[in-house]
């Protein structure tokens, strides 16, 4: 059957004053209804770029797409602005980690979580004010009935938060993309938001994209993982794989550096040294490979001469030239110290 998502050798480039910009460099993957798809990779590594093609929110004037992304067998990159637009709010949404950005600060919240439901259902302004009391009860905002008449600045960080979610999820999309909506949350707020969001893909059956640098929030959300680093994918796998038997160096760093999901918490964490790679300039072979404390155990410079492939079977793979044995060998050691 076909997937209800499936993106394949997704390519994202932008021009800057300073030449192109490769921010996706050929991306594939599935995703069903009902499941939860979490992409992670530090800022910069083309995760966000990525959700925003799907979304077709991408600067037209200055990106070059290229690949294919179908939607229920729709196919969205080469889709009219006006397709699109319909598609957005309906059939796929978003979320944010600033609910400022979604929710205007001019407008009552309820007027508009009321006005989206409108424009895709073309109901009674009756109707679109029940339905967003409706959607406000069941993200967990209390009063919904007199708090539907408050301006965003009335409303908690947590509080717009949800709001944003209630937005979101008023037209019952299938798709919904998920950008570090928690990142700016106290813990607690956060945890809310998490369970939220699962009770409400229970309910609606709904596939969502969780884009995270967090590994932490891969644990709580995900079903399936896909590792970014510099615009491509280097690890995918259900979360089982990635996080207990992650197969590539730049993973077991994001691991190291996160405190350990059910261990002590005062292990010292090792962040990845080295900053992310330039995307105008990439390093060749193996982006990686500059910051990578295993490139010297490769043989012939392949590591910096040479593209790893992505050998992906069964929806598990990575992107690295070591071997099966030496990844045994050199990961169990360094898990050893985690
Ligand atoms: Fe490190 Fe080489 Fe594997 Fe890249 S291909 S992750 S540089 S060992
Ligand atoms: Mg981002």
Known sequence: STPFLSV???????????GI??????????????????????????????????LGLHNRERTTLDGEILLDGQELLTASERTLEK????????????????????????????ETYRKHTG???????????????????PQPDTRVDDYPHQFSGGMRQRAMIAMALVCDPELLIADEPTTALDVTVQAQIMDLLKDLQQEFGTAIIFITHD????????????????????ERGTKKQVL??????????????????????????????GSPPSLLNPPSGCRF??????????ADGL???????????EGRGSACHLTPDQKRELFADIAGTR
């Open 303 to 313: 590591c910096s001469a040479e593209r790893p492939a992505l050998e992906v079977a």
């Open 215 to 234: 590994l932490g929030v891969i644990a709580d959300i995900a079903d399936d993982v896909l590792v970014m680093y510099g615009g491509r994918c280097v």
């Open 8 to 18: 394949s050798d997704l390519r994202v480039h932008f021009s800057t004053e300073d």
């Open 123 to 141: 109901c009674s302004k009756k109707e679109a004010r029940a339905r967003a009391i409706e959607m406000l009860r069941r993200v967990g905002i």
């Open 87 to 114: 598609l957005r709010g309906n059939k796929m949404s978003m979320i944010f980690q600033d609910a400022l950005a979604s929710l205007s600060p001019y407008h009552k919240v309820g007027v508009q979580i009321a």
């Open 244 to 273: 207990s038997t992650p197969d590539h160096p730049y993973t077991l760093g994001l691991l190291n550096s996160m405190p350990s999901l059910d261990g002590p918490v005062d292990v010292p964490l090792s962040p990845i040294p």
């Open 289 to 298: 490979h500059p910051r990578c404390s295993f490139a010297e155990k490769v």
């Open 21 to 54: 910009v490769k921010a996706v460099d050929g991306l594939s993957f599935d995703l069903e209804k009902g499941k939860t798809l979490g992409i992670v990779g530090e800022s910069g590594s083309g995760k966000s770029v990525t959700n925003l093609a799907i």
